[in-house]
């Protein structure tokens, strides 16, 4: 196996050990900011006051008193932390972030900011051809990060669906023929721009829209044209999706219920059949379907659907029935690894052609501030093609000039945007790259640490690893063989509250519910003969991903702390649940 280095210079490191060359960097940086001052309208004389002293004092004060308080932030930088999806930022991204950050434009439009808007469109197009999108076809743009990214997906689906509806509601209006909800909703672009010409003028159809016109007053005549009641769409995600789609059916006013939940395989992967087979109800049921969603990377456990398989069967249904269906892949956390060599052996083959099939999804989510080791808050909406960034237009004349094209606000949810996260991220494309010898090395890395913590705690008595881990988070609970389950979950629980109450070592919680989960639990519990006694498993999670667990040298001297650590709070765990089966009831 190829060596993981880290590409040099590419953190700050845990003792500081590239301070002098980022503030060098950093010098660049205000220099450059200074003196583009200095030299524009060199004919104007204008001379602000100097700051004076009682402001500078209490600047002074406050800035002391604000870096005071941040040192004893949360230390995400070390290896030591294990906890959540955070670590040490890239250096060239904090960089890029910085840079922006002084010249503060606002993306919101090319007219407020004409090299802002430039540089996240270079920006996007990297990610873009990251994940085997053609850059030049691809659309999309940075988001505060993947909840609102997911988000701005459901908004494009629902712009395509609402106007297959409302042509299909139109046309069967005007012919007088009976409505096929489902067939309308999911005709394909070609059978849509047909019938179009077939209805002859827009504004019928604009007259059908649910989103323009009253929603409840369209449900009614769909309910007349179709001969039953309309119930609305619903979005198909497997039981390990990310919250943000529960708060997606719920802003988009669908209902929480409308987040229908695909099985999981016995792997805790996304099910293909069990998702036709939600796709077969759906269209049972004549409800039309928003978006299916797959997930390369979980939130919980950094596992990678089948998307090859997935979009497989939803290609085969436009094939065979001339079914379009909206695929999503949301790969807020793992679409960097895209990054990797094809043929990277730390990933197993089904999961690098998942990842390989991302580029057929008409959506994906990607975040930056995640595995692209880039400042909050940068997360991506990309989407295939132009025809699928379309979402309800809007006029703001304050903003729009034609010549301009198109405001960037048109097509984002949020308003003001900074170009902070594009700037990271361009400056990340073009100084590590988005390859395998460039942030694909620290990827690998983190993939090489998370199995050697792996190996290294699965010697440890009563250390019960949840397998299969597929990238670079591990699972695992405490048991001992022939626990029950909620004995486990106990000692497992006490544990963490060890961990959080020391200082020297960080690791997260998570919770698996057999409705979610249900093979993947009752395995975990079947490794150890435990009694499944409870629905819920709980976990201490490892996310890796400080450069540091991707070096050998730093690994042999990181892991015996680590080992160390665990036995201290296995006994805690132990000993805090001893004392509690020895209390009086
Ligand atoms: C983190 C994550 C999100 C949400 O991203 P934020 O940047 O926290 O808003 C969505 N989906 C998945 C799979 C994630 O891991």
Do not use: Y
């Given at each position: 196996m190829r060596s993981s280095p880290v590409p040099p210079g590419c953190f700050l490191g845990p003792k500081s050990e590239n301070a002098a060359w980022l503030r060098d960097q950093l010098d660049v940086v205000f220099d450059a900011?200074?003196?583009?001052r200095r030299r524009r309208f060199p004919g104007d004389d204008a001379q602000l006051a100097a700051t004076d002293a009682g402001t500078c004092r209490r600047t002074a004060e406050s800035l002391h008193a604000l870096l005071a308080a941040l040192d004893q932030e949360v230390p995400t930088y070390t290896p030591r932390y294990l906890g959540h999806m955070v670590s040490d930022p890239a250096l060239p991204a904090l960089l890029g972030h910085v840079a922006a950050l002084l010249h503060n434009p606002n993306n919101t439009s090319r007219e407020a900011a004409k090299v802002g808007t430039a540089i996240e469109a270079e920006a996007i197009a990297m990610l873009a051809r990251m994940i085997g999108y053609d850059p030049s076809a691809a659309r999309g743009h940075f988001t505060s990060g993947g909840t609102v990214a997911n988000l701005e997906a459901v908004w494009r689906a629902r712009f395509r669906l609402d106007h297959r509806l409302a042509l299909g509601l139109a046309l069967a209006e005007a012919e007088g023929r009976p409505l096929d909800v489902f067939a309308a909703a999911h005709m394909t672009e070609a059978r849509f721009q047909e019938r179009?010409?077939?209805?002859?003028?827009?504004?019928?159809?604009?007259?059908?829209?649910?989103?323009?016109n009253n929603p409840y007053e369209i449900a009614e005549r769909l309910r007349r044209a179709s001969g039953r009641p309309y119930r609305g769409p619903v979005i198909i995600a497997p039981g390990h999706r990310h919250y943000s789609w529960i708060?997606?059916?719920n802003v988009f006013g669908l209902g929480e219920a409308a987040c229908w939940t695909a099985p999981l395989d016995a792997d805790g992967r996304l099910d293909a059949e069990g998702l036709m087979a939600c796709i077969r109800r759906a269209r049972a049921e004549h409800r039309p379907i928003l978006m299916v969603v797959g997930v390369a990377g979980t939130t919980e456990l950094g596992a990678i659907d089948p998307v090859d398989k997935v979009a497989g069967r939803l290609e085969a249904l436009r094939e065979a029935e001339d079914l379009d269906i909206w695929l999503h892949v949301d790969a807020a956390y793992g679409g960097f690894f895209c990054t990797l060599a094809a043929d990277e052996p730390r990933l197993a083959p089904e999961r690098?052609?998942?990842?390989?099939a991302i580029r057929r999804a008409d959506s994906v989510t990607v975040d930056p501030h995640k595995l692209g080791y880039v400042p909050y808050a940068c997360g991506a909406l990309l989407v295939r093609d132009s025809s699928r960034d379309a979402v309800s237009s809007f006029a703001a004349p304050y903003v729009e000039r034609a010549e301009l094209g198109e405001a960037p606000w048109t097509r984002t949810l949020e308003g003001s945007r900074p170009a902070t996260g594009a700037a990271a991220v361009w400056m990340m494309g073009r100084s590590v790259g988005f390859g395998p010898e460039g942030l694909g090395a620290v990827l690998r890395g983190a993939i090489e640490g998370r199995a050697a913590i792996a190996e290294a705690l699965a010697q440890l008595p009563d250390v019960r690893l949840l397998e299969p881990a597929d990238t670079n988070i591990l699972c695992f609970s405490i048991a001992a063989e022939g626990e029950a389950l909620s004995a486990a979950n106990a000692r497992t629980s006490a544990a963490h509250a060890w961990f959080a109450a020391s200082p020297n070592l960080s690791l997260s919680r998570t919770v698996l519910g057999t409705e979610s989960a249900p093979d993947l639990v009752r395995r975990h519990v079947r490794s150890f003969r435990g009694r499944m006694e409870s629905d819920r498993l709980v976990l201490l999670r490892c996310v890796v991903m400080n450069p540091l667990w991707g070096e050998a040298d730093a690994r042999a001297r990181l892991l015996p702390q680590l080992v160390s650590e665990l036995r201290s709070a296995i006994d805690a765990g132990a000993e805090a649940a001893g004392r509690r089966a020895a209390a009086p009831a």
């Open positions: 900011w200074f003196e583009g179009l010409a077939a209805l002859g003028e827009e504004a019928a159809m604009r007259a059908c829209s649910g989103v323009l708060k997606a059916a690098r052609r998942a990842l390989a």
